[in-house]
């Protein structure tokens, strides 16, 4: 690319950004850099993930009034891979959405279409097991000042439920993208590995410290302080982890930092991505296949 081009690129990446607030496209809350706007105008975030063209198994949804959310109308969905229908004793994934999401975000097509690569990871011999996936709210799933808490609704009222619909959960797995990245970390932690078999967390909603961090996501420094996996890493001691994150996202600087600081290493790593469907897509296939292996046999 000429040096002329690069400028041309440049300056339109100046013009987007006075167009998004000034400073860049806004992520939970979250400002993303120029040098971000940058890699997505060159395409630079690597090729986009696709969702298999195969038809997913049976799924099950309904809701329920959440006392951990304050009474909060709470939906749920499951699901099976092919060959599978309700009350199997299978393993299952908990899946956590990112902020302004909710649980229908995990599933089809138009979304992240966890259910069609559990499809297709079936199809090609992994080991069967559910995804399930529940409304969080934009509470990042710990508890709150408003004594709302996300968090406990997972532990105390969506895993009992999935209980009670015949899912084998005394260790489930974790997985989530961006919030829900921070919350499946923040719940392992909650757990241990007596608990949790795995976690996977996507492009996690991760912040150095509390002036960083998006307003909603905590309860002011002492907040922070107490739930950021920062300063925390010996609570994932002994539950296999992996954490995925672009190059081009705009928490890619805390999410390689906090890496940095886990032993053993977790799997996954970073690659070329920005924070958004195609990246979390392209590594689905992987990640499931890692949450699958940690079951136990």
Known sequence: MSRRTLISVGAGVVGLAALTGAAGLAVENRVLPGRVLMHQLLGLNGPAGTVPDIAAGTMISGSFTSQARLGANTGWAVSYPPGSEPGAKL??????????????????????????????????????????????????????????????????????LLTDRGLDTWRIALYGWSMGGYGALHLAGTLGPDRVSSVVAVSPALWHTSAEAAHIAFDGASDFDANTPFGHEAALAGIPLRIDCGTGDGFYPAVRDYVSGLKPRPSGGFTPGGHDADYWRRFAPAELAFAAAHFAS
């Open 91 to 160: 393993p299952v994934l908990v899946a956590l959405h990112g902020y302004s999401d909710n649980h229908t975000n995990a599933f089809g097509a138009g979304h992240l279409g966890l259910d069609r690569f559990l499809a297709q990871a079936v199809k090609d011999g992994s080991r069967p097991f559910a995804i399930a996936s529940v409304d969080g709210g934009n509470t990042y799933w710990h508890k709150r000042a408003s004594g709302e808490d996300a968090g406990a609704m997972v532990i105390d009222e969506f895993v009992p």
